[in-house]
């Protein structure tokens, strides 16, 4: 956090909440491996040497270590095509000794990143990219959540955050976090706003917003004067140097909750992957004990 900053907002802090989601997970994971013999393993792909990417995915792995997940590394170079990289996760989605799989975004941009992600068995989407899981979320049906929204709403909950009737406004949209955010506050009855590149009059929507996702990319790019006094501001960007996309000490003097940078969503996103493995993994030796049974 930066020194000197007047702050009389509220911090949500999302590392002691996701410590206990991932101390949860690794009791189950150890439950899992005693009663049956199976060890969660979380598969990680990572196409090209990005080092932001390479960094995010060393720290699922290490922290999959911690909880008792195993972890299988794909690491493919930058000029895989779509195909290729089809293949692979498809292997992927084919082997019983994985039960959780997460591509890396962003691809390459040569790369069909959607077909890419189809490509994963809905089964083991524990990253919630797939059109399976995100109808889910929109339909506000159970399943596999986008790991960084799904964390957020868990932070949102965890602070008494009330939802319902709230004017939550996502800036950005992209397909693993801004889309997905706004589909699951709305699921939970938010009047939901999504903003982009496109749109005109950034500053005074989100000046009308109760609950502000910030999810650019863009380091202190939500500045102050542009939120309503009281506002929750979750800020999602996480941009080298520890910088998020909220111009924190700026928003801290206006926002009655924020999430600080790191140690706000960043944590809970790694949780909620290992806590979905964890799902991921009971379910399939559950359907693979009832498969032996005939009953599936
Ligand atoms: P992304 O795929 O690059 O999407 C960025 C979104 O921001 C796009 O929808 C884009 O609009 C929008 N945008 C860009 N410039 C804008 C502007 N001037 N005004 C309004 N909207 C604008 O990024 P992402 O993967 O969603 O990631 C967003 C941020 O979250 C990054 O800082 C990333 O590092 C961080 N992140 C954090 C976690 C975590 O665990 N904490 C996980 C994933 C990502 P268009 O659609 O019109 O281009």
């Given at each position: 956090m930066?020194?000197?900053?007047r702050v009389t907002?509220?911090?949500?802090?999302?590392?002691?909440?996701a410590?206990?989601?991932?101390?949860?997970?690794a009791?189950?994971?150890?439950?899992?491996?005693?009663s049956t013999?199976v060890?969660p393993?979380l598969?990680?792909?990572?196409?090209g040497?990005?080092?932001?990417?390479?960094?995010?995915v060393?720290?699922?792995q290490?922290?999959?270590k911690?909880a008792g997940i195993?972890?299988?590394?794909?690491?493919?170079?930058?000029?895989?095509t779509?195909?290729?990289?089809?293949a692979?996760?498809?292997?992927?989605?084919?082997?019983?000794?994985?039960h959780?799989?997460?591509?890396?975004?962003p691809?390459?941009g040569?790369?069909?990143?959607?077909?890419?992600f189809?490509?994963?068995?809905?089964?083991k989407d524990?990253?919630?990219?797939?059109m399976h899981?995100?109808?889910?979320?929109?339909?506000?049906?159970?399943?596999?959540?986008?790991?960084?929204?799904?964390g957020i709403?868990?932070?949102?909950e965890?602070y008494?955050v009330?939802i319902?009737?709230?004017?939550?406004?996502v800036i950005?949209?992209?397909?693993?976090?801004?889309?997905?955010?706004?589909?699951?506050l709305?699921?939970?009855?938010?009047?939901?706003?999504y903003?982009h590149s496109?749109t005109?009059g950034?500053?005074?929507i989100?000046?009308?917003?109760?609950?502000?996702?910030?999810?650019v990319?863009?380091a202190?790019?939500?500045?102050?004067?542009?939120?309503?006094?009281?506002?929750?501001v979750?800020?999602?960007g996480y941009?080298?140097?520890?910088?998020?996309?909220?111009?924190?000490g700026?928003?801290?003097?206006?926002?009655?909750l924020?999430t600080?940078?790191?140690g706000?969503v960043?944590?809970?996103?790694i949780?909620?992957l290992?806590e979905?493995?964890?799902d991921a993994a009971?379910?399939?030796?559950?359907?693979?004990?009832?498969?032996?049974?005939?009953?599936?």
């Open positions: 930066p020194g000197g900053v907002a509220e911090l949500m802090v999302g590392t002691d909440l410590a206990e989601m991932v101390a949860n997970a009791t189950r994971a150890e439950k899992l491996r005693e013999g060890q393993c598969a990680t792909v990572l196409v040497d990005g080092p932001a990417s390479a960094t995010y060393r720290m699922k290490n922290r999959s911690k195993g972890s299988r590394s794909v690491v493919l170079p930058s000029a895989t779509t195909a290729e990289l089809v692979t996760l498809t292997e992927l989605s084919n082997d019983s000794a994985v959780g799989i997460l591509l890396q975004h691809v390459p040569h790369i069909d990143e959607r077909a890419a189809e490509a994963i068995d809905p089964a524990v990253d919630g990219v797939t899981a995100f109808a889910a979320m929109a339909f506000g049906e159970p399943g596999f959540r986008s790991c960084t929204p799904g709403m868990r932070l949102l965890a008494d009330p319902s009737g709230a004017h939550a406004v950005g949209r992209s397909p693993i976090l801004g889309k997905p955010a706004g589909m699951l709305l699921a939970s009855d938010a009047t939901v706003t903003t496109r005109v950034l500053p005074e989100v000046r009308t917003a109760d609950i502000v996702v910030a999810a990319g863009k202190n790019f939500v500045r102050g004067d542009w939120l309503k006094p009281g506002a929750v979750i800020d999602a941009n080298e140097g520890n910088v998020g996309d909220v111009h924190f700026e928003a801290a003097a206006v926002a009655r924020i600080p940078v790191p706000g960043g944590p809970m996103t949780a909620l290992l979905q493995t964890v009971e379910a399939q030796s559950e359907t693979a004990v009832q498969s032996v049974a005939g009953l599936a």
